[in-house]
């Protein structure tokens, strides 16, 4: 199963970044997909998700606001939107599939695909 997760790069902060998740094998429509990041010397956690239909879509607290989860169905991709980005948001970004897709986890164990991470790195 191949998930990828790309977009990622080096920002100032303030900045914003669009990160994709796109897959050539799942039909993500019919998938939660979640966001996950970890930073430097941290454990991975679970900000966003997304169900498939009907779709609605979570955050945690501490990035409301701030990112936008979406998913655009002719492209099959899962878009972050990350704006005012902030030097704590440094992480790699990772985004993951799970076949209940009527249900939204911030937590890895409920996830069954994942792609490889996307580096994001905010710094002047």
């Known amino acids: 199963v191949q998930l990828q997760a790309s977009g990622g790069g080096l920002v100032q902060p303030g900045g914003s970044l669009r990160l994709s998740c796109a897959s050539s094998d799942l039909n993500l429509y019919s998938y939660a997909v979640g966001w996950f990041r970890q930073a430097p010397g941290k454990g991975r956690e679970g900000i966003s998700c997304i169900t498939g239909r009907p779709m609605s879509t979570h955050y945690i607290d501490s990035v409301k606001g701030r990112f936008t989860i979406s998913r655009d169905d002719a492209k099959n991709t899962v878009y972050l939107q990350i704006d005012s980005l902030k030097p704590e948001d440094t992480a790699v970004y990772y985004c993951?599939?799970?076949?209940?897709?009527?249900?939204?986890?911030?937590?890895?164990?409920?996830?069954?695909?994942w792609g490889k991470g996307t580096l994001v790195t905010v710094s002047s």
């Open positions: 993951a599939a799970d076949r209940a897709q009527h249900l939204c986890s911030f937590f890895e164990q409920g996830y069954d695909y």
